[in-house]
C-alpha cells in the first residue's frame, strides 16, 4: 500500500505529533509499505529525506515551536502523481489538513483523520484568544472529520469526546504506538550523576514541552509539595518551553529549588535513560488526546502519577500501575507522589506498568491503523482518478476547490449557529446555560 501522509508537524520538531507520524511511519516501512510524508520546511531538518516532501513555511508562529506552512496550490502535484498513493491519511484538519483533503479529492483517493490534538486547548497562541476561537478551534476540527472517510482517535476519551460533537461517526480507536523494546533498555545512572543526584534518592520526574496548555503550575505545586514531604528526594524535568521560568519559581518559593534539575530537551537514547533516571512519572495535562508520554514512561517501568484527564484515564489505572488523581486536587496529587517513595509502595506498580505498555507497541498500534486504511478502501472501492490526464485532471482539481468551499461553507454555518446560541438572551426559548462545545468535561 502506498499512503501519503501530511502533517503540520514533523522532524527536527520534537513533540506527539511529530513523534507519532514518524512511529508509524517507520512501522508501516517494516511492514513493506510505502509512504511518502508531506510536512513544513523547517530548519535544521535532515538534510537528505527520501520519503518526505517539504513546502514552504513561517517558522515558530506567534512565538511558539510551532511552523504555519504556507502550501502553494499545485507545488505538489508532481510528488503525488510519481508516488501513486492509495490512501490519503491526514493529522491536522487546517493547513497541511487541507491540502490533503483537496489531494484526497483530486485523486479519488479514501481520506483518514487522526484527531491528534485538542485545539481548543492551544488558542493562546493565536493573536485575539477568546472563548470565540475555542468554539472556531471545535468547530474545524469537527466539521473536517466529515470530509473524511475515517476517523482515528488516539483514545476511548476522544472517542466519546467526538461522537457528543455529532463528528463523523465512522471513527475507530487507535493510539500512537511507543517502541516498547527500545524505551525498555536504558541506564539512568549517568544522568543522575551529572546532575548531582544521588544514585539512592527517590526521583519523581516529569517529560514534555514546558508550555501554558500541560497544567504545569499544577505540577509544579504538586512536584514541591511532595519534595517538601520527602527531604532525600529529587525532582526531574525533561523538556524545554516558556513555563519553565514559572516552575522554578515555585521551587524558589518552597524552598526546594536546589532538588530540581533540568535536562532541556532531549530525544534518542538520552531521552531513554533519563526516563529510567527516574523512579516515578507525574503527568498533569488536561490537553492530551493519549498522553504519549505517559505510554513511554510505563515502557521504562515507571509507576505514572497523572490527573484524571482525557486520554491519561485509559491508560493509568488508579492502584494498578499508577495513581489516578481525581480533579486538580494539588493535596492528593503531592501526597500520591510522596507516597511512592517506599520502594515496596511501587514495585507492583512498576511492572503492572510494564505490561501495560505492551498494550501501546507501536507495531501493533500500526497493524490497527493498517485495518482501517483497508476498511476506507474497500468502502470506496478500487476507482481513483490518479491515471487520468489533461482536462480530466483538471477538472478534479476544480472539484476539489469546490469541496472545500462547501467545507468551509458548513464552517461557518456552525459557526453562526454557536455564536447563536451563546449570545441570544436568557428568556429566549432554548436557551443554554453553558457550551457544550468547549473543552471536554469528562
Known sequence: MNVLMFTNTYLPIVGGVSESVQRLKRQLQAAGHRVLVVAPRLDGQPAEEEDVVRVVAMQHFNGSDFSLPVPIPGQLHEAIEAFEPDIVHAHHPFLLGDTAARAAETYGLPLIFTHHTLYEHYTHYVPGDSSRMQRFAVALATQYTWLCDEVIAPSESILGLLRRREANPAISVVPSGVDTARFALGDGRAWRARLGIPEDAYVMGHLGRLAREKNLAFLAEALAGALVARPEAHGLVVGEGDARGDIEAVMVARGVADRLHFTGRLQGQALIDAYHAMDVFAFASHSETQGMVVAEAMAAGLPVVAVDAPGVREVVVEGSNGRLIAGDDLDAMAQALAGLAVPGARSPLAEAALATAAGYDEARCAARCLVVYRQAIARGGPFTHAD?????????????????????????????????????????????????TEAPRE
Do not use: K, N
Open 388 to 436: 487520468e490526464g489533461g482536462w480530466e485532471r483538471i477538472r478534479h482539481r476544480l472539484g476539489a476547490e469546490w469541496q472545500m468551499f462547501r467545507h468551509r461553507g458548513r464552517l461557518l454555518r456552525h459557526l453562526v449557529q454557536e455564536e447563536w446560541e451563546q449570545e441570544r438572551p436568557a428568556w429566549w426559548p432554548g436557551h443554554r446555560e453553558e457550551d457544550e
